[in-house]
T-cell receptor, first 117, second 112 residues
């Protein structure tokens, strides 16, 4: 149980275009979903936290107008990178937690590798 | 704010031997959780072990165990009988109020 999927697993796009990444909890209802960014050989950095039906809470330094997060249902959250630039190239990981599970353990998706040309 | 520090960027262990990965953390909360995650080359985050701060007993999962020193805010991971498949990045993490923070990671190499 507690499986989280991400789609796509990798994407290449041109500079200036927008890219949407989906995060789905497959076998549980995710009260909260999290988006992380991981640069090569670095740790995971939290970008934002989103609760179903509410606006996402962004970490300091993360542009909310550039990284649009939607958490429309208890099983789906999306991250849209708008007007992507090469410096946005990174590995994006989502995770999900459930209040039914105590809420403190996060289940991670397999990640999405974004390359902006 | 909570911080997590892993002071060992790289560690190496001989197959079948034991290795300990260090982690210290800082939090102002009394209710928090600590985790060790493994990230293999696939980059999928895999939970290795978790510890509730209110529990004094150290968590154990098969060959993996922790040494949780609450007063010292230390949370080290011991891997016994190391296997080639243990080679990966290991991240220590602290969670409070649904906010999880990670250390910089330790790259573990297992030598055959």
């Amino acid at each position: 149980g507690a499986v989280v999927s991400q789609h796509p697993s990798w994407v290449i796009c041109k500079s200036g275009t927008s890219v949407k990444i989906e995060c789905r909890s497959l076998d549980f209802q995710a009260t909260t979903m999290f988006w992380y960014r991981q640069f090569p050989k670095q740790s995971l950095m939290l970008m934002a936290t989103s609760n179903e039906g509410s606006k996402a809470t962004y970490e300091q330094g993360v542009e909310k107008d550039k990284f649009l997060i939607n958490h429309a249902s208890l099983t789906l959250s999306t991250l849209t990178v708008t007007s992507a630039h090469p410096e946005d190239s990174s590995f994006y990981i989502c995770s999900a937690s459930s209040l039914a599970d105590g809420g403190n353990e996060q289940f991670f998706g397999p990640g999405t590798r974004l390359t902006v040309l | 704010a909570q911080t997590v520090t892993q002071s060992q960027p790289e560690m190496s262990v001989q197959e079948a031997e034991t290795v300990t990965l260090s982690c210290t953390y800082d939090t102002s909360e009394s209710d928090y959780y600590l985790f060790w995650y493994k990230q293999p080359p696939s980059r999928q985050m895999i939970l290795v072990i978790r510890q509730e701060a209110y529990k004094q007993q150290n968590a154990t999962e098969n060959r993996f165990s922790v040494n949780f020193q609450k007063a010292a805010k230390s949370f080290s991971l011991k891997i016994s009988d190391s296997q080639l498949g243990d080679a990966a990045m290991y991240f220590c993490a602290s969670e409070q109020d649904n906010d999880m923070r990670f250390g910089a990671g330790t790259r573990l190499t297992v030598k055959p």
